[in-house]
């Protein structure tokens, strides 16, 4: 008896030591984790909801891609928002459910672009959805960053939508004849498009449009080019709310809201794209409506006011529906 009452008291003993270990343990401080949340977020709009989905980000050496501009007003403006080149930049795309179709505005990256970016699907399904429920794919354009989710492999990702886009867009990119005629350093991108785009096509789920068209109740597709051809961007409405996907009117937000002139290197038509961009943040500024685009830091959603003769981005105020 007095044995084993010896043996507790020393259990006791070793246990309380081991817990002072543990004590210690967690002052030596707890494994980082080093994840981020799921990339998404809601807004109700009237009766619909909107769900941006993170594609992920993207490293833009932003000082040496805008046009239009010099290297040192870039840096300037960038060190104003405390960034520096490059610039991690966020890869958006949108969800809208209208209640009767599931529609969704641009697909991200893919594998097209590497492992940073191509989780939208994941953060979709995260979001309650899965890829199959959705209806209608609309592509503000046709660059990597907004359609190489359509494919995973030779797999369609959206096996039951249509996907929709301007015909401009898809005359341009899905030529071989352009393609041959292109630099060596832009055959990827269309390579990227057919690769992306030409399976839809051949399971009959392509339909293109030709500018300003209404798409399904409450969603219409207004021609906005320049960044390519056939940029569109997309008007949700619903109960006297609007949203406006802007996808690539603009990309630097740190130097375009102040200085919608600076143009960048992936435009097709720099001149024509800072017009429309020009226009975009007017209307927004005078009509209040949301506007959302593919590469203001997620999840990309806010108003637009006016800052002297420039514009100023107001990001949402962080909401939770109920
Ligand atoms: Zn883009």
């Given at each position: 008896?007095?044995?084993?009452?010896?043996h507790w008291v020393r259990s006791g003993i070793a246990a309380a030591a081991g817990s002072l270990l543990l004590i210690a343990?967690?002052?030596?401080?707890?494994?980082?984790?080093?994840?981020?949340?799921p990339g998404f977020y809601r807004l109700?709009?009237?009766?619909?909801?909107?769900?941006a989905l993170s594609d992920g980000t993207i490293e833009l050496p932003v000082d040496k891609l805008l046009t239009h501009t010099t290297p040192a007003k870039v840096d300037k403006a960038l060190a104003r928002s405390y960034l520096k080149g490059p610039v991690e930049t966020s890869v958006n795309g949108y969800l809208v459910n209208t209640g009767a179709k599931l529609v969704l505005v641009d697909a991200g990256?893919?594998?097209?672009?590497?492992?940073?970016?191509?989780?939208?699907?994941?953060?979709?399904?995260?979001a309650g959805y899965q890829p199959e429920q959705v209806d209608?794919?609309?592509?503000?354009?046709?660059?990597?960053?907004?359609?190489?989710?359509?494919?995973?492999?030779?797999?369609?990702?959206?096996?039951?939508?249509?996907?929709?886009?301007?015909?401009?867009?898809?005359?341009?990119?899905?030529?071989?004849?352009?393609?041959?005629?292109?630099?060596?350093?832009?055959?990827?991108?269309?390579?990227?498009?057919?690769?992306?785009?030409?399976?839809?096509?051949?399971?009959?789920k392509f339909k293109p449009f030709d500018g300003d068209t209404a798409l399904v109740p409450g969603v219409s597709a207004k021609a906005a080019r320049g960044h390519t051809a056939g940029h569109s961007v997309f008007v949700v409405e619903s109960k006297g709310q609007k949203l406006v996907l802007w996808g690539d009117l603009m990309h630097v937000a740190a130097v375009q809201f102040a200085e919608p002139s600076v143009t960048i290197q992936f435009d097709t038509d720099p001149k024509a794209a800072a017009v429309q961009r020009k226009k975009a943040f007017a209307d927004a500024a005078r009509q209040g409506h949301w506007v959302a685009a593919?590469?203001?830091?997620?999840?990309?959603?806010?108003?637009?006011?006016?800052?002297?003769?420039?514009?100023?981005?107001?990001?949402?105020?962080?909401?939770?529906?109920?």
């Amino acid at each position: 008896m007095s044995m084993s009452l010896t043996h507790w008291v020393r259990s006791g003993i070793a246990a309380a030591a081991g817990s002072l270990l543990l004590i210690a343990g967690a002052d030596a401080g707890a494994p980082m984790v080093k994840s981020a949340a799921p990339g998404f977020y809601r807004l109700l709009l009237g009766d619909f909801e909107v769900t941006a989905l993170s594609d992920g980000t993207i490293e833009l050496p932003v000082d040496k891609l805008l046009t239009h501009t010099t290297p040192a007003k870039v840096d300037k403006a960038l060190a104003r928002s405390y960034l520096k080149g490059p610039v991690e930049t966020s890869v958006n795309g949108y969800l809208v459910n209208t209640g009767a179709k599931l529609v969704l505005v641009d697909a991200g990256a893919g594998k097209l672009l590497g492992p940073t970016v191509g989780k939208l699907v994941d953060n979709l399904k995260a979001a309650g959805y899965q890829p199959e429920q959705v209806d209608e794919i609309y592509i503000t354009h046709m660059h990597p960053d907004h359609i190489g989710g359509l494919m995973d492999g030779d797999k369609l990702v959206f096996p039951n939508a249509v996907v929709r886009a301007d015909r401009r867009d898809a005359d341009y990119w899905l030529s071989p004849a352009n393609m041959d005629k292109a630099p060596a350093d832009m055959k990827d991108l269309f390579k990227g498009a057919m690769a992306s785009l030409n399976p839809y096509i051949a399971a009959g789920k392509f339909k293109p449009f030709d500018g300003d068209t209404a798409l399904v109740p409450g969603v219409s597709a207004k021609a906005a080019r320049g960044h390519t051809a056939g940029h569109s961007v997309f008007v949700v409405e619903s109960k006297g709310q609007k949203l406006v996907l802007w996808g690539d009117l603009m990309h630097v937000a740190a130097v375009q809201f102040a200085e919608p002139s600076v143009t960048i290197q992936f435009d097709t038509d720099p001149k024509a794209a800072a017009v429309q961009r020009k226009k975009a943040f007017a209307d927004a500024a005078r009509q209040g409506h949301w506007v959302a685009a593919a590469h203001l830091s997620f999840p990309g959603l806010g108003h637009i006011r006016t800052d002297g003769k420039a514009y100023a981005f107001v990001p949402a105020n962080y909401s939770v529906p109920h």
